[in-house]
């Protein structure tokens, strides 16, 4: 017999899950990183750490989720236009990477991350598809519109975009304000208009 519904196990509380991150963010900001605990974050949220651990496998996967963006794929902005809809989207990735959390917490992520492979695959399987997946949407509308005769390479147009802010932000610790992001764009755009 075949049913349908959400399957096995008891159905994810989205409230919970809004309860934990806004907890685990207000940690952050009152004791830093190194002192943000699971039951400290439980307790914050009014939940057990099972429940915590059913959502994220590590502090790491958690904070990260909770001051970057959790797995869920948020579409990019439609404004029109691939340099646009890109910017739009770097604009929200820059946003995002700039925030004093981010700032405290990337770094103590790609520290685990060369520690525990466990911990690179998990971030891979949730955040880094989720972002591919709003890439695609946003590339998916520029072939609609003609402004691409074929859809790109996701993994190299997420590379490009993401590694440059990645760089600017975490590596050479540099402003890009909107000029310099457009010009990030422009370059992107004309390589996936020009390719044969």
């Known amino acids: 017999m075949t049913t349908t519904g959400q399957g096995l196990g008891r159905p994810r509380d989205h409230e919970i899950d809004a309860a934990i991150l806004v907890a685990a963010r207000e940690l952050l900001a009152a004791v830093g990183y190194a002192h943000v605990t699971m039951d400290a974050t439980a307790a914050k949220a009014g939940t057990s750490k099972a429940a915590i651990y059913r959502r994220f496998h590590s502090k790491a996967e958690m904070l990260f989720a909770a001051v970057l963006h959790t797995a869920q ?13 890109l910017l739009a989207l ?21 520290v685990e991350i060369s520690r525990f492979p466990e911990v690179s695959q998990r971030l891979r399987t949730l955040f880094v598809a989720s972002e591919r997946e709003e890439i695609e949407a946003l590339l998916s509308r520029a072939v609609g519109r003609g402004e691409l005769s074929r859809m790109p390479n996701l993994t190299t147009v997420h590379r490009l975009l993401g590694g440059a802010l990645f760089f600017t932000v975490f590596v050479i610790d540099e402003a890009i304000d909107d000029t310099e992001l457009e010009n990030v764009v422009d370059v992107l755009v004309l390589g996936l208009r020009d390719r044969p």
Not at 73 to 85: F, R, Y
Request: net charge neutral.
């Open 90 to 110: 770097g604009q929200r990735i820059r946003s995002d990477m700039s925030s004093p959390t981010a700032r405290e917490v990337v770094p103590r992520v790609i």
């Open 73 to 85: 794929v948020v579409l990019p902005a439609d404004t029109g236009s691939l340099s646009g809809d």
